[in-house]
């Protein structure tokens, strides 16, 4: 590896490469700032681009806009509660209450610091570990990415404040709805009523957008502006220090998402909610989560970030993309006759280890950039909601027909973000609920998928050996949500 390394350094030095990673990293955190546009399809949008390019500024651009787009979508989500991508979900729980309370500013730097760090941990565990690490991810089957799910949906738990009831029902209701549309063992319709749009099952981003912003605009309707105190703070959009001690955070934070983003079809959303979870069960004062905790922000932001590298492990040795990014990632290495597998780090080593050395690179370029208009990001939190709600509102219904180019989506839409506020009003959780459209697929197919290969019996979920350390873990993080309740009543 090191006798590829001087020229990899070589390639990622040319002008044209420094200058798709700058272009790539810049057009990413827009992306990912406006909801519905995602990564996904900024990269997708790339592949035809970058086939005029040299191999090594093309793969750049598009890891450049990979990164930036996993840190841009904690902007919106920080400032307006509206999370530019499914995986800053996890981001919006705290930084908005931040936000509102003045403190967007060092929410913002919060998450571009959580961000970078994650991303290096990852990127470092591309360079250096990846066909371990890629022969680690094989022994991942059906029942263990059944179990990964429960663990992911365990977090319903944390996101339910106050009626554990309703916290549970929600979770239920998303499970439920994840159900729509065709069944993904047996392919027989579901709950579709005839509606075409919905034989794939309903699109969780148009659902997300409705739920978190829609939801919101009804909600700053009543008020005049985000800021709840602008005369109690006024250096508030100042450069605020980052809050001390989330570095252990933020270290578990990055390998949560490394070790979750190496799993194909996992993805950064389960890492954010998982590593969410983690900081809130090993807080001392988990009853300030929800309300405004930058350990939140950075935990869910590290793990969100972490999945960019290890999402890379899979696809670049085994040729195994592990999240839909790295699929769309893939294309722009097929094109240019990159065959992912051992050649890519020997033959074309100086065009791949480039390509990795210019992810450090871009984490670099949206830490500067992220802390150096982070005060200016949130001034927004400072303008009326007359000039916000019409913004969020064009913002929402552009995102989600741009994902399928459907007016479908927007209804879809729609109808989420005013079942959402009545929800929200009546106490359930929006987040729970989201988790539970997200997961749901994922637990069903490796659910069936285990009651296939074991003939129907139960005890494949127990004779695994990472089966069984994943039920450790997921007791681990149950225990504790249902027992401090309880003491907390004794004492009282």
């Known amino acids: 590896?090191?006798?590829?390394?001087?020229?990899?350094?070589?390639?990622?030095?040319?002008?044209?490469?420094?200058?798709?990673?700058?272009?790539?990293?810049?057009?990413?955190?827009?992306?990912?700032?406006?909801?519905?546009?995602?990564?996904?399809?900024?990269?997708?949008?790339?592949?035809p681009v970058t086939f005029g390019m040299n191999p090594a500024a093309g793969l750049a651009l598009m890891g450049g806009v990979y990164s930036g787009g996993m840190y841009g979508g904690a902007i919106s989500a920080i400032l307006l509660s509206t999370p530019g991508t499914p995986a800053a979900a996890a981001t919006s729980f705290d930084g908005y209450p931040l936000a509102r309370q003045g403190k967007g500013g060092m929410a913002l730097a919060v998450a571009t610091v959580a961000s970078f760090w994650g991303g290096m941990l990852s990127t470092a565990a591309l360079l250096l570990l990846a066909p371990a690490l890629a022969r680690f991810s094989l022994r991942f089957g059906a029942p263990e990415y059944f179990l990964l799910s429960i663990m992911g949906l365990a977090s319903i738990v944390t996101l339910t404040k106050g009626n554990m009831v309703k916290g549970l029902l929600s979770g239920t209701l998303g499970l439920l709805l994840a159900t729509v549309g065709m069944d993904p063992l047996s392919g027989y319709l579901r709950f579709s009523f005839g509606v075409v749009e919905l034989y794939d099952g309903i699109s969780f981003m148009p659902a997300l957008i409705g739920l978190f912003s829609v939801s919101q605009i009804l909600e700053l309707t009543a008020e005049n502006r985000i800021l709840q105190k602008v005369e109690a703070d006024p250096t508030t959009l100042k450069r605020a220090?980052?809050?001390?001690?989330?570095?252990?955070?933020?270290?578990?934070?990055?390998?949560?998402?490394?070790?979750?983003?190496?799993?194909?079809?996992?993805?950064?959303?389960?890492s954010a909610f998982i590593s969410y979870n983690v900081a809130k069960q090993l807080s001392p004062e988990p009853e300030t989560f929800g309300k405004g905790n930058p350990v939140g922000v950075a935990a869910a932001e590290s793990a969100n970030n972490g999945c960019v590298g290890g999402s890379l492990i899979p696809l670049l040795t085994l040729g195994i993309p592990g999240n839909s990014v790295a699929a769309a990632l893939m294309g722009g290495?097929?094109?240019?006759?990159?065959?992912?597998?051992?050649?890519?780090?020997?033959?074309?080593?100086?065009?791949?280890?480039?390509?990795?050395?210019?992810?450090?690179?871009?984490?670099?370029?949206?830490?500067?950039?992220?802390?150096?208009?982070?005060?200016?990001?949130?001034?927004?939190?400072?303008?009326?909601?007359?000039?916000?709600?019409?913004?969020?509102?064009?913002l929402s219904v552009v995102g989600s027909y741009a994902i399928n180019n459907a007016l479908f989506d927007v209804w879809l839409m729609l109808a989420f973000g005013a079942t959402g506020y009545f929800l929200d009003r009546a106490g359930f959780s929006l987040?729970?609920?989201?988790?539970?459209?997200?997961?749901?697929?994922?637990?069903?197919?490796?659910?069936?998928?285990?009651?296939?290969?074991?003939?129907?019996?139960?005890?494949?979920?127990?004779e695994r050996p990472l089966c069984l350390l994943l039920w450790l873990l997921i007791a681990a993080l149950l225990i504790p949500a249902f027992r401090k309740p309880r003491s907390a009543k004794a004492s009282a």
């Open 1 to 47: 590896m090191t006798e590829q390394l001087l020229p990899a350094l070589a390639t990622l030095l040319e002008p044209s490469v420094l200058l798709a990673v700058l272009t790539g990293t810049i057009g990413g955190i827009l992306v990912g700032a406006i909801p519905g546009l995602t990564a996904t399809m900024a990269v997708a949008l790339l592949i």
């Open 241 to 270: 220090p980052i809050p001390r001690g989330l570095a252990p955070t933020i270290l578990r934070g990055g390998l949560i998402g490394t070790l979750v983003g190496m799993l194909p079809g996992a993805g950064a959303t389960i």
């Open 333 to 394: 290495l097929l094109i240019h006759g990159l065959i992912p597998g051992p050649e890519l780090f020997t033959r074309f080593g100086a065009v791949t280890y480039g390509f990795i050395l210019s992810l450090f690179l871009a984490n670099v370029l949206f830490l500067v950039l992220g802390l150096s208009c982070a005060p200016l990001f949130a001034r927004v939190v400072r303008l009326p909601n007359a000039l916000l709600i019409p913004a969020i509102a064009i």
């Open 431 to 462: 987040g729970a609920l989201v988790l539970g459209l997200i997961l749901g697929p994922i637990a069903e197919l490796g659910f069936g998928q285990s009651l296939i290969m074991s003939d129907g019996s139960w005890r494949i979920f127990f």
